[in-house]
């Protein structure tokens, strides 16, 4: 199996992100321990977001987050945290990994796979999960599938943004990140208070390599290719959240909200009726 965290211990790197779980336990691997454990829910929220990307997946992540309680588990950064760590902390596959990222392309499924369940026990977390970025491919939600049957787990969403391409490539091309909180900005719609500084933390703020327009245009052909197949899939399991992506943040996380909410009780309604007709028999 390939090993993506278990060389060299690392560096403490990580800073608190613009939440107060700084979600070490994910982002630096099974080696590390947060630094504050969610309060367990009663019903745990376990969410997948889905849409293309720059669609604004990791905004709403951490205001759902923040709402609901649950840990964002973003894969992309994952794998961009081990791409600060010292080259002699790199495995070979992580090696690999960067330089699919660079270009855009998707990271083979055996390495992405290999990285989620070394973090199998965030999947397990008392407060849920908001899984962003991932899975991408069938084979990585057949994957997924798998663990969480074998651990007891339902999902209880997958939320599907979208956006037209034109409005994703304007999104992309103005975004910014914070190198030490991770927190995004745009340059426009999203502007940092003081110009390539941090609101949050007073970081430089900082353009993805992967935001160049070559890496765009790869990016949105492997989501096209790969990763809409998995909307008939979560579809078809009648776990499916349609949410259009236009709109302030704002306005697009009372949709996702509201519409996860009615979901919800939709549920718990349909699990009551079972029981009942079930007491009749
Ligand atoms: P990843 O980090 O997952 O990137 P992504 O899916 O390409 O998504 P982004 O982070 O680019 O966009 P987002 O939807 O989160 O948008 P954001 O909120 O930032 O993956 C990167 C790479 O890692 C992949 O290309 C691949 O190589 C590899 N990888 C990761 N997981 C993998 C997997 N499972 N399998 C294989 N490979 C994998 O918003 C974008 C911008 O828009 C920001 O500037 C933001 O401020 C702005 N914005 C957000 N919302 C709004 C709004 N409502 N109005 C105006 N602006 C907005």
Known sequence: MIS???LAPCPPYI???TTENNRAAWIEGPSAQCETTPEPALVPWR?????APGVGKGTQAEMLHRRLRACHL???DAFRASGTRADCNQSPAMKEALGYMRRGELVPDSTVWA???ERRSCLNCSGGFILDGFPRTLAQAESLRELMDAEGLGLSAVVNYSLPFNEIVTRLGGRRTCEKCKAVYHITERPPKGEGQCDHCGGELFQREDDRPESIKVRLE???RSTASLIEFYRKQGLLVNVPAKGTPDDIFEDTFTQLEAKRVREVARKVLVAQADRCE
């Open 74 to 76: 973003s894969t992309g």
């Open 47 to 51: 969410l997948i977001l889905l849409g």
């Open 222 to 224: 492997a989501y096209e």
């Open 4 to 6: 993506i965290t278990a």
């Open 15 to 17: 800073q608190p992100m």
């Open 115 to 117: 990285m989620v369940r």
